[in-house]
C-alpha cells in the first residue's frame, strides 16, 4: 500500500479552526455567516479532493509532532476515515445553513459562540476521522468534549446546566477513568499506538488482559452511547436543534463509534478478536443496547428524546457489523455511518423545523401536522423509512449488508435482534407520520393550512431526505470506501 | 563572558536587590525597571546556560577559583538548566504581569517588596546551580526568608500563616542542615559528586541512611509533601496575589528538584533504589498525598485555597514519578517540574487578574467572568486543562510518563491515584468553568442574554497570561525534543527502564 506525504489533512482540520478568530471579530451576523460558508466549502472541497486517492488505494500521511517515542500526533486518511470525514464535512454545510434558519427564527442569544464552537467541533471530528494513532485520535475526542460543552448548554439556564454537567461527567469520566489507562497500558505492551489494518496487539497479553482492555474501549468511548453509558445523549437534547441533529445524529456520537470501530480493528485487529472470542462479546453488549433503546423509544412522547433513543439504537448497528467480524457486516456497520447520518439528521431538522414553525416538542400535540408541515412531514416519514431499512432509502443497503454479515458469520441470534429492532424502529416512528397525514379532520389540531418552517430551514432537510433517497441508487463513493475498509480490515 | 554565566546567574539578581532597594530611597519609579532588568539578564543567561548544557554538556565552575570540594563548585548539567531556564522565565513573566497590581498595593513598600521579590529569585537560581550541599542549604534560607516576608505582606490572616510556615521552614531546614552534618561526618565532604564518589563504600553504613532520611524529611517538609503540607494552603491564600503566582508555581518545584538532585547525584539512584527498601513505601505515601490533596480540594470554600490543594496533589505526582524509579517515572517527575511550574503560573495569573477587577477570589466571585473577562478566562481555561491533563496541553504528557512509570513498576495504586487525581481535578475546575460561564439569573430562552460589560483587566496582565496559556500548548507539543535532548540525559544509563 502506497502512502503520500500531504498536508490536505491538516488542512481539513484546521480550516474550520483558523475561521475561529474571523467569526468572532465579524461585524455583522451575515459576514459571520458567510464566513462560516466559506469554512465548509473549502474544507468540503479539500475532503472530496482526496476521494480520488484513496480509492486508487493510496494513503495519504501527515506527521505534526513527535511527542512521544513512537507516538506523533499525525494524520493519515485511509478508506474508513475518508467515509466518516465525508459524511462530517458534507453535513457541516448543511446543517450551517438550517442552522441560520433555526437560531435567527428563534432569536437566540449568543450566535457568535454558537457558530465558533460549532467550527472548533467540526474541526476536532475531522481530526478523530484523519487520526493516524490513537493518542492523536485521543487528543481530538477531547477537544469535542470541550468543544461542544457550549453547545449543549447554549440555553444556559437550570436545565442546560443540569443536562451539561451530565454531559461532562459520562464523556470526560469515561474518557479519562478508561480510555486514558487503557491507552498507556496499550502503549507499554506493544510500543505502539498506530492503527495498522491488522491490529497490534496479538500476541502481547493474556486473554483476559485483551478482555478487560477491549471492555476499557468499548465503555470508555462513551460518545458512542452504549448502555449504561448512554445518558448523556437524552440529557444532551437540550441543545439547539442544529447542535443535536449534526453534533448528536453525526458528529459526536459517530466519533464515538468510529473511536470503537478504529480501536477494534487498528488495535486488536479482526483475527485477535476472533481468536480470543471477543467478537461475540462486542455483538452481545450491542445487541442488549439496540433492544433496550427501541424498547425505552416506544414509550416517548418528546420527539427529541424519541430520536436520541433511536440514535443509541442505531449507533449500535455500526458496532454490531464490527462485532461480527464477517466482511459484509463490516462493509454494512461502516456505511450504516454514513446512511444512518443522512437518514436521522432528517429527522432531527424535521423536529426543528416543527418547533420554529408551531412551538411543539411533544409527539402527542402533532396529530394532524400534516396538512400544516407537508413537506417537512414527508421528509420525516423518507428519513423514518431510512432509519427502519425500508427501500427506496439509503438505510436499507447498509441494513441489508448487516443481514448478509450475520448469515455470513453464521450468527442467527444477531439476524433475530436485528429484524425485531427493526419492528420496533417502525412501531415507534410510523404512528407519528401516520397521525400526521391520515387523522380525523375532528382531532386535528391544526388549520387546514400551509405553514412551513423558513426557507433556511425547510431546504436542507429537503435536501438531506433526497440525499438518503439517493443514496440507495447510487451509493457513491461511500459503498466503494466502506467495501476498501472491510477488505482491509478482514485482510481478503 | 560565557564563561561566567553561572556566577552571574546569581551575582546578577543579587547586586540588583541591593539597587532596588536603594532606589526604594531615592526614586521609586526605578524599583521596577531594575528588576526587569535583572531577570532579564537572569533569563537570557540561563537560556545561555541551557545551550551550552545542550552543546557540551556539564559546565562547571569555581566561584574564586578554588578547587573543588574545598571550595564552592557550581555545576550546570541538563536537570540544573531546565530548571534554571524555567524560573528565570516563570519570574520574569509574572513581574511584568502583577506590575498594576504590585503598583497599587504596594505603592508605599514598593522598594521592599521588589528587593524581595529579586532576593528570593535569586535564591532559587543559587538552590538549583550549586553543586555544593552546604551552600545549597545557605540558599534555601535566603528563599525562605525572602518568602516569609513576601507572604506577610498580604491580607489580615498573612501574618500568622506566615508565621505558621517559618516555624515549618525552619524545621525544614534544619532537618536538611542536620542530614548534610551526618553526611559530612562520614564524608568529610560537601561538593555533591565529592560526596557521591566516597558514598559507595558506604552503603551499608546506618549514619548513611540516617543522614538520607533526615534530608529527605526536611526537604519533603519544604515541599509541602503531604501529611507535612500543614502550611502551605493558608501561606498561599493570604499572600498577596503577585506573590502566590510567583512562590506557587517555583517554591514547591525547587524543592522537588533538590529531591531529585540528593536522589540522582549525591545518593545516587543504586543506593537509594537497590539497597534501601523504602521505593515503594515512598510511592505509597504519594498515592496518599495525591488523593488527600484532590480530596481537601474538593473541600476547599475559595479559589485560592483549592488551587493550593491541587498544588499539594501535584507535589504527589512528582514524588511518586521519582521514587518509582524507573525512566518513565523519572522523566514524568521532571518533565512535570517544568510543565507543573508553567500550568500553575497561568491559573495563578488568571485568577490574580480576576482578584484585580472584582477584588475577591470567592467561587462566586467568578460568575458571569466568561462575559466579563473573556481573554482572562481564555488563560484559566488553557490552565484548567493542562492540570486535568487533556492534550496537547503539556500537563497531559508529564502525566502520561507518570502513569507509564506506574505501570512499568507494576504500581497499579500510583496509575488509580493519578487517574482519580485528574477526575477529580475536572471536577474542580469544571466547577469554576461553569461558574463563570453561567451569567447572574437565568437567562430566558429565545431573549438576548442581559447585557454586561466587558471589563477585561489591563492588557500588561492579560497578554503575559496569554503568553504561558500559549506556552502550554507549545512546550506540550515540543514533548518530544525536551524528552530527547533535554531529560534523557539527566536519568543516569543505570536506570534501563
Known amino acids: 500500500m502506497e502512502t503520500v506525504l500531504s498536508i490536505k489533512p491538516l488542512l481539513a482540520v484546521l480550516i474550520p479552526l483558523l475561521v475561529v478568530p474571523i467569526l468572532v471579530s465579524s461585524r455583522t451576523p451575515n459576514v459571520r455567516e458567510a464566513w462560516t460558508f466559506v469554512a465548509a466549502i473549502v474544507k468540503l472541497s479539500i475532503v472530496i479532493s482526496m ?39 458534507s453535513l457541516w454545510m448543511v446543517t450551517s445553513a438550517y442552522s441560520i434558519g433555526y437560531m435567527r427564527g428563534l432569536k437566540e442569544h449568543s450566535q457568535t459562540r454558537y457558530f465558533s464552537f460549532f467550527a472548533i467541533a467540526l474541526s476536532a471530528t475531522m481530526g478523530v476521522a484523519f487520526s493516524e494513532n490513537l493518542l492523536t485520535l485521543y487528543l481530538f475526542y477531547e477537544m469535542l468534549s470541550l468543544a461542544t460543552f457550549p453547545l449543549v448548554t447554549h440555553h444556559q439556564d437550570a436545565k442546560a446546566r443540569t443536562s451539561g454537567r451530565k454531559y461532562l461527567a459520562y464523556i470526560l469520566g469515561t474518557s479519562i477513568g478508561l480510555v486514558l489507562p487503557a491507552m498507556i497500558l496499550c502503549y507499554h505492551l506493544s510500543g505502539t499506538l498506530t492503527f495498522s489494518d491488522q491490529g497490534f496487539l496479538a500476541g502481547t497479553g493474556s486473554s483476559p488482559l485483551m478482555t478487560v482492555l477491549l471492555f476499557m474501549f468499548v465503555f470508555g468511548f462513551a460518545k458512542a452511547a452504549i448502555i449504561p453509558f448512554h445518558g448523556w445523549l437524552p440529557a444532551a437534547m437540550v441543545a439547539p436543534t442544529p447542535v443535536s441533529a449534526l453534533l448528536h445524529a453525526v458528529a459526536v456520537v459517530k466519533v464515538g463509534v468510529f473511536s470503537i470501530v478504529r480501536v477494534l480493528t487498528g488495535m486488536f485487529g479482526i483475527d485477535l478478536l476472533a481468536s480470543l472470542n471477543l467478537g461475540i462479546m462486542v455483538c452481545v453488549i450491542a445487541s442488549c443496547t439496540i433492544l433496550t433503546a427501541s424498547l425505552i423509544a416506544l414509550s416517548q412522547d418528546n420527539l427529541k428524546r424519541l430520536l436520541a433513543f433511536s440514535t443509541i439504537g442505531q449507533l449500535s448497528y455500526i458496532i454490531l457489523g464490527v462485532g461480527l467480524l464477517s466482511p459484509k457486516g463490516i462493509t454494512g456497520g461502516v456505511l450504516h455511518i454514513a446512511m444512518h447520518a443522512f437518514g436521522k439528521i432528517t429527522l432531527f431538522f424535521c423536529a426543528g423545523a416543527i418547533f420554529v414553525a408551531t412551538g411543539k416538542r411533544n409527539i402527542s400535540e402533532m396529530v394532524g401536522i400534516g396538512k400544516r408541515m407537508p413537506v417537512t412531514m414527508t421528509a420525516f416519514f423518507i428519513g423514518a423509512l431510512s432509519i427502519t431499512g425500508l427501500p427506496p432509502a439509503g438505510g436499507f443497503l447498509s441494513k441489508w449488508y448487516l443481514v448478509l454479515g450475520t448469515l455470513q458469520a453464521d450468527q442467527l441470534a444477531v439476524l433475530v435482534v436485528l429484524l425485531v429492532s427493526s419492528l420496533l424502529n417502525a412501531a415507534y416512528f410510523m404512528p407519528i407520520v401516520y397521525r400526521a397525514f391520515f387523522c380525523p379532520a375532528e382531532k386535528a389540531m391544526f388549520e387546514n393550512r400551509v405553514r412551513e418552517a423558513p426557507a433556511f430551514c425547510v431546504v436542507p432537510l429537503v435536501l438531506t431526505a433526497l440525499i438518503s433517497i439517493i443514496l440507495l441508487f447510487y451509493p457513491e463513493p461511500f459503498f466503494s470506501l466502506a467495501c476498501m475498509a472491510a477488505q482491509r480490515f478482514t485482510g481478503g | 563572558m560565557s564563561h561566567h554565566y553561572p556566577a552571574l546567574l546569581v551575582t546578577v539578581p543579587l547586586l540588583c536587590a541591593l539597587f532596588i532597594s536603594i532606589a526604594g530611597w531615592l526614586k521609586r519609579r526605578l524599583c521596577f525597571p531594575i528588576a526587569v532588568a535583572a531577570l532579564s539578564v537572569a533569563t537570557t543567561v540561563s537560556m545561555g546556560l541551557l545551550w551550552r548544557v545542550l552543546k557540551e ?208 547525584t549525591v545518593f545516587t539512584p543504586q543506593f537509594i533504589f537497590s539497597i534501601l527498601t523504602l521505593k515503594t513505601t515512598v510511592v505509597y505515601l504519594s498515592v496518599i498525598a495525591i488523593v488527600m490533596g484532590a480530596v481537601l480540594a474538593l473541600g476547599a470554600r475559595n479559589v485560592k485555597k483549592m488551587l493550593t490543594y491541587v498544588i499539594v496533589a501535584e507535589v504527589g505526582y512528582m514524588v511518586g514519578g521519582a521514587w518509582l524509579g524507573n525512566r518513565a517515572g523519572l522523566t514524568g517527575a521532571i518533565l512535570h517540574i ?91 475546575f469544571f466547577k469554576i468553568i461553569e461558574i463563570g460561564y453561567y451569567p447572574n439569573g437565568n437567562v430566558h430562552h429565545g431573549e438576548p442574554a442581559p447585557l454586561r460589560a466587558m471589563g477585561e483587566a489591563p492588557l500588561s496582565m492579560v497578554v503575559p497570561l496569554l503568553i504561558v496559556a500559549a506556552g502550554l500548548f507549545g512546550v506540550g507539543l515540543y514533548t518530544g525534543d525536551i524528552v530527547t535532548y533535554v531529560i534523557n540525559p539527566i536519568i543516569p544509563a543505570a536506570i534501563v527502564h
Open chain 1, 51 to 89: 476521494i480520488p486517492a484513496v480509492l486508487s488505494g493510496r494513503e495519504l500521511v501527515c506527521t505534526v509532532a513527535q511527542v512521544i517515542p513512537g507516538v506523533p500526533i499525525a494524520f493519515r486518511v485511509d478508506a474508513l476515515g475518508m467515509l466518516f470525514a465525508l459524511v462530517a464535512a
Open chain 2, 57 to 264: 554538556g556539564v559546565v562547571l565552575y569555581r566561584l574564586g577559583g578554588w578547587e573543588p570540594p574545598w571550595g564552592i563548585a557550581y555545576r550546570v548539567d541538563h536537570l540544573n538548566a531546565l530548571v534554571l531556564t524555567v524560573i528565570a522565565v516563570v519570574a520574569l513573566l509574572n513581574l511584568i504581569a502583577t506590575q498594576r497590581e504590585v503598583k497599587e498595593a504596594f505603592s508605599e513598600k514598593i522598594g521592599a517588596f521588589y528587593t524581595l521579590y529579586i532576593l528570593l529569585v535569586t535564591g532559587l537560581f543559587g538552590i538549583v546551580v550549586t553543586g555544593d550541599a552546604f551552600n545549597l542549604y545557605v540558599l534555601l534560607e535566603i528563599t525562605s526568608l525572602t518568602s516569609y516576608g513576601l507572604i506577610a505582606m498580604g491580607e489580615d490572616r498573612a501574618p500568622l500563616a506566615s508565621l505558621n510556615y517559618v516555624y515549618m521552614g525552619t524545621i525544614g531546614a534544619c532537618f536538611y542542615l542536620l542530614g548534610i552534618g551526618y553526611l559530612y561526618m562520614v564524608t568529610g565532604s560537601l561538593n555533591m559528586t565529592d560526596i557521591a564518589s566516597i558514598l559507595p563504600g558506604l552503603h551499608h553504613s546506618r549514619v548513611l541512611v540516617v543522614a538520607f532520611i533526615i534530608c529527605m524529611v526536611g526537604v519533603w517538609l519544604k515541599m509541602a509533601f503531604f501529611p507535612l503540607h500543614a502550611w502551605l494552603p493558608n501561606a498561599y491564600t493570604y499572600a498577596p496575589a503577585p506573590v502566590t503566582s510567583l512562590i506557587a508555581p517555583l517554591m514547591t518545584k525547587v524543592m522537588i528538584y533538590v529531591m531529585i538532585r540528593l536522589l540522582l
Open chain 2, 338 to 428: 517544568a510543565n507543573d511550574a508553567l500550568m500553575t503560573l497561568c491559573i495563578f495569573l488568571a485568577v490574580g487578574n480576576v482578584m484585580y477587577k472584582v477584588k475577591g477570589y470567592g467561587f462566586d466571585d467568578f460568575r458571569g467572568m466568561f462575559t466579563r473577562m473573556p481573554f482572562t478566562m481564555m488563560g484559566f481555561t488553557a490552565g484548567a486543562l493542562s492540570i486535568i491533563g487533556v492534550p496537547p496541553t503539556c500537563g497531559f504528557f508529564s502525566k502520561w510518563y507518570l502513569i507509564s512509570g506506574g505501570i512499568e513498576a507494576g504500581h497499579y495504586g500510583f496509575v488509580a491515584a493519578l487517574i482519580f487525581s485528574s477526575l477529580v481535578n475536572t471536577v474542580l
